[in-house]
Nanobody, 127 residues
Framework: QVQLKESGGGLVQAGDSLRISCVVS????????MGWFRQTPGKEREFVAT????????SYADPARGRFTISRDNDKNTLYLQMDRLGPQDTAVYYC????????????????????WGQGTQVTVSS
């Protein structure tokens, strides 16, 4: 049974940085494409960033590009999202997601692309 567990969320001030993590257990982390999504009340879950199985390809949503960095450590079964220059608009519950894929060129950006999900971690940015 594949399980994803996010951590590292919290309350920060605008302009601060934060790194959130996602540990994957019960599956072959190194064979998964991984993604970060976020959701605010009343809105659909939206794509933030994705990374291919070996870390050699990444794609970002426009709001994240240039401020957020997705990375992974396959030896630690862990996915990361480094978030810099945070603003109140980044306040959301952040979810990690996984799906089996050995593609190094295709980027999965839709919620329906992913098979496994974590429970989410709250990130709150005060102005």
């Amino acid at each position: 049974q594949v399980q994803l567990k996010e951590s590292g969320g919290g309350l920060v001030q605008a302009g601060d940085s934060l790194r959130i993590s996602c540990v994957v257990s019960g599956g072959a982390f190194s064979m998964y494409a991984m993604g970060w999504f976020r959701q605010t009340p009343g809105k659909e879950r939206e794509f933030v960033a994705t990374i291919v199985w070996n870390g050699n390809g990444k794609s970002y949503a426009d709001p994240a590009r240039g401020r957020f960095t997705i990375s992974r450590d396959n030896d630690k079964n862990t996915l990361y999202l480094q978030m810099d220059r945070l603003g109140p608009q980044d306040t959301a519950v952040y979810y990690c997601a996984a799906r089996p894929s050995y593609s190094s060129t295709y980027y999965y950006t839709r919620t329906g692309d992913y098979e496994f999900w974590g429970q989410g971690t709250q990130v709150t940015v005060s102005s």
